[in-house]
């Protein structure tokens, strides 16, 4: 049966975009943590919309489950097929073109499989912005960035992938083609279906392809490292910066000490740009789509504020992309650093803006108290009220005793958000990590809602069977 549907994914795909040999599917078949393995049935690579759907199509005849994939970047197992070795995963990676972009309309039309730097840069070339940016933009796709609705560091000037994509072409679980690819800002005809596609994580259908907004260029920036005593002090901070700079602020990362220690022991060539260490750091980014506009002065009136009301401690601003970079390395090195300091457990939770600082201080208490000596690695959008909530091991400690109180530390931290009405995953979720958890942290009409809509669209569970929610129809 699975062997006479691989025949058949390949008369579809063509020979060598059909792959089922188990060394030549492993870099598939694990995440990019390497927290995540499955196994397949195959890997197919169509290279058109058509060749999607057929596949679908012959998988929802088998009985199949479809897993899609993009550039396999995400963080919680959405991307990895389960153990059966029956499913099969629908990669995307050779549908990468730009079909068109529209300079009068400010749009780009482009493949599921798009690599999102490629994406940027054939926004740049027409001088023009395509805002999203994450520290995987150079091998994750425009695909995963729509099902996971990403979010990354311009979010609090631009929006999520919600707000940056106007319409999409999707292929449906029973193998049919919706083509909803408008470039409208304006449409209200009835319910706005594309939401749905956006941050199912695959689980409705398999992003083809999307037309997405582009924005006036940036052609003066000006970025700030500054050293905080609290979070509070940098909620205070984006109040200001808001007050003098209005929506020029484009970019506003906190992190804790513990996260920049991490980067500056293991990112090489990280330099601290202070002498003494301080409790928290804030990234400030400042950008305008005016050549030569006064970032800089802003930026040093706003720190001047900072400084007389003992919000911020010290702080360098920088203009020239060297030393713009050499300051994004440090926050944008967290991620990688962690990993070598044992297993990462990851946190990545949305709380209103104002109450970030209650929030921390309750949650690190309620954290040390679980299990003394953990290191906290908490850093974030926090301009837009999200916060990477990672846990390393006490150190010294061993990994799989520090392990075995994931659970336990992600319901301390789930807790804690409860309280203040905020959300378990800001930007990276659910997948497999949170599928079951989510249940006990969601309104029960929510979830019923949500499994409505699954059972409406794929009655029989084709597509990425076990992610998103506990108890999904599933092949
Ligand atoms: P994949 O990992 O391949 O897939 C992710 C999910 O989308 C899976 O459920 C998959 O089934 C589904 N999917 C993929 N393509 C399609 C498609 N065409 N149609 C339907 N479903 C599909 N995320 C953020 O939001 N903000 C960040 O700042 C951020 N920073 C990161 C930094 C690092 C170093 C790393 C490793 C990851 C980071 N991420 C971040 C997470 C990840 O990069 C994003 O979730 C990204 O959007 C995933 O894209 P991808 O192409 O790799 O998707
Ligand atoms: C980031 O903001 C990413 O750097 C990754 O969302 C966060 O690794 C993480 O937990
Ligand atoms: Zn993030």
Not at 93 to 98: F, G, P
Not at 118 to 125: D, P
Not at 266 to 285: C, I, K, M, N, S
Request: one cysteine or more; proline letters at 5%; charged letters at 20%.
């Amino acid at each position: 049966m699975t062997a006479d549907l691989v025949d058949r994914l390949r008369q579809v795909v063509g020979p060598t975009a059909a792959i089922s040999d188990p060394d030549d599917m492993s870099g598939y078949l694990t995440d990019w943590r390497g927290a995540y393995r499955g196994r397949a049935a195959a890997v197919v690579r169509p290279g058109n919309t058509d060749e999607v759907a057929a596949v679908v199509a012959l998988c929802a005849e088998a009985g199949v489950g479809v897993v899609p994939q993009g550039g396999n970047t995400g963080l919680c197992g959405g991307a990895v097929p389960d153990l059966s070795g029956r499913q099969v995963v629908l990669s995307l990676t050779r549908m990468r073109r730009v079909r068109d972009l529209d300079v009068a309309n400010q749009t780009i039309t482009v493949e599921a499989g798009a690599v999102l730097r490629s994406v940027q840069e054939a926004a740049a070339a027409a001088g023009r912005l395509f805002p999203l940016s994450l520290g995987a933009e150079g091998s994750c796709t425009i695909g995963g960035n729509l099902a996971t609705n990403a979010g990354g560091t311009g979010v609090l000037r631009y929006g999520t992938m919600r707000d940056l994509t106007l319409g999409l072409e999707v292929v449906l679980p029973d193998g049919r083609i919706w083509n909803g690819l408008r470039g409208l800002r304006k449409d209200n005809t009835g319910y706005d279906l594309k939401q749905l596609f956006i941050g199912a994580e695959g689980s409705l259908g398999v992003i083809t392809a999307a037309v997405l907004k582009l924005f006036p260029a940036v052609r003066s920036r000006a970025t700030a490292w500054v050293a905080l005593p609290d979070p509070q002090a940098a909620v205070d901070l984006i109040g200001l910066l808001r007050e003098l700079a209005g929506d020029r602020l484009t970019a506003f990362e906190l992190m804790s000490r513990q996260s920049v220690a991490f980067v500056l022991r293991h990112v090489p060539g990280a330099r601290d740009p202070f002498g003494d260490p301080h409790p928290w750091y804030a990234l400030v980014e400042l950008g305008d789509a005016l050549p030569g506009a006064d970032l800089d002065g802003m930026i040093e009136s706003a720190l001047s504020e900072a400084f007389e009301r003992g919000v911020a401690r010290d702080a360098v601003v920088v203009a020239g992309s060297a030393q713009s970079a050499a300051l994004w390395t440090l926050r944008e090195g967290i991620s990688e650093a962690q990993n070598h300091e044992g297993p990462s457990l990851k946190h990545d939770v949305s709380v209103p803006i104002g109450r970030i600082p209650s929030f921390v201080e309750r949650t690190d208490r309620a954290l040390e108290d679980a299990v003394p000596g953990i290191r906290i690695v908490a850093y974030g959008h926090i301009g837009d009220g999200n916060l990477h909530y990672n846990l390393s091991k006490p150190a010294g400690s061993a990994d799989d005793e520090f392990q075995a109180h994931a659970d336990a530390l992600a319901r301390v931290i789930y807790d804690s958000v409860a309280v203040v009405d905020g959300s378990i995953s800001a930007e990276h979720g659910l997948g497999q990590s949170k599928r079951g958890i989510i249940v006990d942290y969601k309104d029960d009409h929510e979830l019923h809602l949500m499994r409505t809509v699954k059972r409406l669209f794929d009655p029989h569970g084709v597509m990425n069977p076990g992610k998103l929610l506990p108890d999904q129809p599933g092949l």
